[in-house]
């Protein structure tokens, strides 16, 4: 079972994500991707969609044109997850 992250590894999760914002309501993450067109946003899910598969831990995510948000949580620990923190981080990745 996976567990829930603790405040202080929480804490720790959130200032190693910078660009992300903590949703206190959902104890969840979610940041705003902003791409050129709707090509590059499109292309960006796709990248996304192949790191949620291999570590079978899926985001939740809309898109309108050039824009992605994501929301990451843990449904089964009823939280936020170190699996949450570990997708934000190879989300980051694909940007650099």
Do not use: C
């Given at each position: 079972?996976?567990?829930?992250?603790?405040?202080?590894?929480?804490?720790?999760?959130?200032?190693?994500?910078?660009?992300?914002?903590?949703?206190?309501?959902?104890?969840?993450?979610?940041?705003?991707?902003?791409?050129?067109?709707f090509?590059?946003?499109?292309?960006?899910?796709?990248?996304?969609?192949?790191?949620a598969?291999?570590?079978?831990?899926?985001?939740?995510?809309?898109?309108?044109?050039?824009?992605?948000?994501?929301?990451?949580?843990?449904?089964?620990?009823?939280?936020?997850?170190?699996?949450?923190?570990?997708?934000?981080?190879?989300?980051?990745?694909?940007?650099?």
């Amino acid at each position: 079972m996976v567990e829930q992250l603790s405040e202080a590894e929480r804490a720790d999760a959130l200032d190693g994500l910078p660009d992300w914002d903590y949703d206190e309501s959902r104890d969840a993450i979610t940041r705003t991707f902003t791409f050129a067109d709707f090509s590059e946003a499109f292309a960006f899910m796709t990248r996304v969609a192949l790191l949620a598969e291999k570590a079978d831990h899926h985001p939740e995510w809309s898109n309108v044109w050039n824009r992605v948000e994501i929301t990451l949580t843990t449904h089964d620990a009823g939280g936020l997850s170190g699996r949450d923190v570990e997708m934000a981080e190879a989300i980051e990745g694909l940007l650099e």
